[in-house]
């Protein structure tokens, strides 16, 4: 799997498929702890958002009693960044190029082109759970 990145636009494609995602902006307020993205496929440019998370769900499974300030210093150590992507409006049938299982496997390391190049020496990861059915499956990808 080739994917290329090109800092200038702040888009990463797979070459195979033309797949691509691009860095957009940042959300409106930082604590909401959102950024903006935008898919490009087939000529069609689809804006999603992707939440993300600095290790509190795993800090808090591993520790689930810690005090706040002992909870920061754990985060700190643990120096991750987790995106979680939800809202992309796609329905991967219309695209019959890929299926489902490729789609997200692509979909999920070309977003992590894209995260793995934000400023920020963090360690990075990104989870996708397709809108069109939570069922259908969970695509991961870490660096």
């Not at 299982?101 to 990861?125: D, N, Q, T």
């Amino acid at each position: 799997m080739v994917i290329k990145y090109d800092a200038a636009t702040r888009r990463a494609t797979h070459l195979e498929s033309g797949l691509a995602v691009e860095f957009y902006r940042d959300g409106d307020y930082p604590q909401e702890r959102e950024k903006h993205f935008r898919l490009i496929w087939k000529g069609q440019s689809l804006p999603f958002r992707a939440g993300y998370d600095f290790g509190e769900p795993t800090i808090n499974r591993l520790y689930p009693t810690l005090d706040r300030m002992v909870q920061r210093e754990k985060r700190l150590e643990l120096n991750e960044q987790n995106s979680h992507v939800s809202s992309l409006p796609i329905d991967v049938a219309r695209w019959p190029q890929m299926e489902r299982a490729e789609f997200g496997e692509v979909f999920a390391r070309v977003m992590l082109a894209v995260v793995a190049h934000l400023p920020g020496e963090k360690r990075r990861s990104v989870h996708f759970r397709p809108f069109f059915q939570l069922s259908q499956g969970h695509w991961s990808a870490q660096q």
